[in-house]
């Protein structure tokens, strides 16, 4: 799994390529936790190349929003591909993650 | 009468064969030009057990007398196997199978799914079946072998006639051979593969009368008669049983596989250190006490299908731990940010992950256990379900590109019984041109060598000793491309160097030598029975690189995973002049076999070297070009043409 970061304009934008799971769910954690003590609490986890996520994953993502609220800021998703996205519904988190269709939107009506 | 004459042929081979080739290794061996010494009287070696193997094949000949009445209400199911085959080829086999005179169904099994051949099918009333949807991209098709045992999963006859696509059967094809089953012991009948497209003089070889005559009369004398793919008879409950056994087998071979590469896969998984939760620890420590578990109970002998169960339900409760684990953290971490701000967790407070949702996060394509890849892939294979192939069960052999043989074998070896039906019932189209021929051959012969490598005859249980003898005889005949280059090399070396592999041309030879050699003309004379073998001992010598090119393929096959460079036989001439290229290596040794003819008889005149020796490689150089010179014919052969030739047979009530 790959992680990058690209500060925008009102967000920071993470981007994880590969398959969120139990090995990688850990780093995307400290990933994201770097990324939120560099300065930014606007968070947009772009999803569009995460073809796959378990458990831990989910477990990350949650734990990332956490870290964003504590921050005062918050925590988004987009680009959600299928897997992830039945993942989400199945677990009732689509009610606490909404996930936009494009990281631009995000943000954008706030 | 004939059988005696042909056993004391057999004995005189023997007695002579062994005589010369003891004295030739005992005391005849020029160690001074032991490079080609050695070599040659090793070659010489391979042909005495040749000769020998084939002494034992016709020593049990066995000529029958036609099958008794079959039951009428015996159930046959006509299989017509095709792949790419012209639709009017296959079509005129389908219509005459159905005219077959015994009740049966008749089924096109269409490899090409073409939508032209399904609608003749229907439109003919003919069964038409195609690979199911288990035959996916993920799974090997094994070409005819998986055809057939795909087929087999559809329909339900008692018999099954398996018919090529060229192969048109005679309407009482079924009446003459489904009496041989009521002998409950028996799975195969197999009756000749006669080829009608073939003029007299069969330029290229395609008709195998020694084969589908003596050979096979003989292999049915040790209960060894082969199935050879088409115009055969067969049990499905002899095939069915050979599906089931095998499958077993291949578990149990996966499921120890598996368990032998846990440790090692577990260990790497503790190593990677991106395993740190103890947690993730803890399943890794349930998982080896699983496999730990499931090791002993497979040497204490328990079934495999409870042994890969419990360990499954074993390692799911410990991944749903798992997944359980992730849940309460998660849902610790939505009330910690429900304190923090109420009124962005949603409407009805924080939601909560139901137990059918853990359920469904820990099945195996979703499980966090998926990211140990080594250990996943353990956790796989510990199964009965073989994921890897379209259907568990393969009743046809799927080891070798001859699927026949193979699975001809594992039903000997399981105490079935064979039959050779001496009668041609079906006319099958043979290739037209030199090209096409090469490849059949060379995919024959592969197959057979396959079959050596992978399931040698001579240690497979079950197989009496007559029968390994007689699989192995075939195997061993294929290997003749090697001795064929020591027995071409020999006379050119002698001619252009005068280096002789034995100690001196003398007395001592000939009255050895000659003996052998015409007993053994004598013998393929007696057991052939007037039968024309000169053509297959032309090509045998003849095809010598396309013997070495299946050994050496099909040895890189089986030992290295390397492709066959497999093709489908073409039934339909290929277009083109004549091609010289094809017999390249050939034309070669034929050039080098005349140069050194004729330097020879310049030493001679020359004074450099002695007569006798001269004149015996100077023959022996004619033989080979004699032998060769059919391959001028076949490259040459412009296809078949019917008018006016005599060759296209009637039907030979011959032996039976």
Not at chain 2, 115 to 131: C, I, N, W
Request: net charge negative; charged share 20%; hydrophobic share 45%.
């Amino acid at each position: 799994m790959e992680f990058s970061y690209e500060v925008k304009d009102s967000y920071a934008e993470v981007k994880a390529d590969g398959r969120l799971n139990m090995v990688s769910a850990p780093k995307l954690r400290e990933f994201v936790t770097d990324v939120i003590a560099g300065g930014s609490n606007r968070i947009v986890v772009n999803l569009e190349n995460t073809a796959f996520m378990d458990s831990s994953g989910l477990g990350a993502l949650i734990g990332c929003l956490k870290a964003a609220r504590q921050a005062g800021g918050d925590l988004r998703i987009a680009a959600v591909q299928p897997q992830v996205k039945m993942v989400l519904q199945l677990t009732s988190m689509d009610k606490v993650l909404t996930s936009y269709t494009s990281a631009e939107e995000a943000f954008s009506n706030d | 009468m004939t059988r005696f004459w042909t056993r004391l042929v057999v004995v005189l081979t023997i007695i002579t064969g062994v005589n010369y080739i003891a004295w030739r290794w005992a005391a005849s061996l020029n160690w001074e030009a032991w490079w080609i010494a050695l070599p040659l009287v090793i070659a010489e070696t391979y042909s005495l057990i040749d000769v020998m193997l084939f002494g034992m094949t016709v020593w049990r000949l066995k000529i029958r007398k036609g099958a008794p009445t079959p039951p009428a209400d015996a159930t046959v199911d006509v299989f017509i196997t095709t792949y790419n085959e012209d639709l009017d080829m296959v079509m005129t086999t389908a219509l005459a199978a159905q005219r077959i005179r015994h009740p049966h169904s008749t089924w096109i099994l269409d490899d090409g799914a073409r939508p032209e051949l399904k609608a003749l099918a229907e439109q003919h009333g003919l069964g038409y079946v195609t690979r199911s949807e288990d035959w996916t991209s993920n799974v090997p098709r094994h070409a005819k072998a998986g055809n057939l045992n795909n087929a087999l999963m559809q329909t339900h006859g008692e018999f099954l006639l398996i018919l090529d696509a060229d192969q048109i059967p005679e309407p009482d094809i079924l009446e003459k051979t489904l009496g041989y089953f009521n002998n409950r012991r028996v799975a195969l009948v197999q009756t000749p593969q006669y080829f009608s497209n073939v003029p007299a003089s069969d330029p290229l070889g395609s008709q195998a009368p020694l084969f589908y005559g003596p050979i096979q009369q003989g292999k049915d004398g040790w209960n060894a008669a082969f199935f050879c793919g088409s115009n055969a008879i067969l049990r499905r409950e002899a095939l069915m049983q050979l599906g089931l056994v095998g499958y077993v087998k291949e578990t149990e071979k996966s499921i120890r596989r598996a368990l032998a590469a846990s440790r090692s896969a577990i260990k790497q998984a503790r190593k990677s250190a991106d395993v740190e939760a103890p947690l993730v620890a803890q399943v890794l420590d349930e998982v080896e006490a699983a496999t730990r578990e499931a090791q002993q109970e497979l040497e204490a002998g328990g079934a495999l299908s409870e042994i890969t169960y419990r360990v499954r339900r074993r390692v799911d409760a410990a991944v749903q731990t798992l997944v359980m684990a992730d849940v309460e953290a998660l849902q610790a971490d939505l009330e910690e940010i429900a304190a923090m701000e109420l009124a962005h967790v949603g409407e009805s407070g924080v939601p909560v992950v139901a137990d059918d949702a853990v359920q469904r996060m820990s099945a195996r394509d979703w499980s966090p256990l998926g990211a140990l890849e080594s250990v996943q892939a353990v956790l796989d294979a510990l199964s009965v379900e073989r994921n890897d192939e379209a259907q568990p069960v393969m009743p046809l052999a799927t080891i070798s590109v001859t699927e026949d043989m193979a699975t001809a074998m594992r039903m000997h070896a399981m105490g079935w019984e064979s039959v050779y039906h001496h009668e041609i019932l079906a006319y099958g189209l043979a290739p037209e041109d030199l090209k096409t021929m090469l490849t059949q051959r060379l995919r024959w012969a592969q197959g057979t060598i396959q079959v050596l490598l992978r399931e040698n005859p001579l240690v497979q249980k079950g197989l009496k000793i007559g029968q390994k003898l007689m699989y192995f005889a075939t195997m061993w005949t294929y290997l003749s491309g090697y001795a064929a280059v020591i027995y071409f090399a020999a006379p050119i070396i002698y001619l252009l160097l005068g280096i002789l592999p034995v100690t001196s041309l003398s007395w001592d030879f000939f009255i050895r030598f000659i003996p052998f050699m015409v007993a053994n003309q004598l013998l393929f004379a007696v057991a052939g029975r007037g039968i024309p073998t000169w053509r297959g001992q032309q090509y045998s010598l003849a095809l010598f690189p396309t013997w070495i090119k299946a050994c050496s393929t099909a040895a890189r096959n089986v030992w290295f995973g390397r492709p066959l460079g497999f093709a489908v036989t073409p039934k339909a001439r290929q277009s083109g002049g004549p091609s010289w290229s094809l017999i390249q290596p050939q034309i070669v040794v034929s050039v080098l076999l005349a140069v050194a003819a004729v330097v020879g008889i310049l030493r001679l005149a020359a004074g450099l070297a002695e007569p006798l020796g001269t004149l015996v490689n100077v023959a022996w150089v004619i033989y080979d070009l004699v032998v060769m010179s059919i391959l001028v014919r076949a490259v040459l052969y412009k296809g078949y043409e019917p008018a006016g030739d005599p060759a296209v047979t009637e039907r030979e009530p011959d032996g039976v």
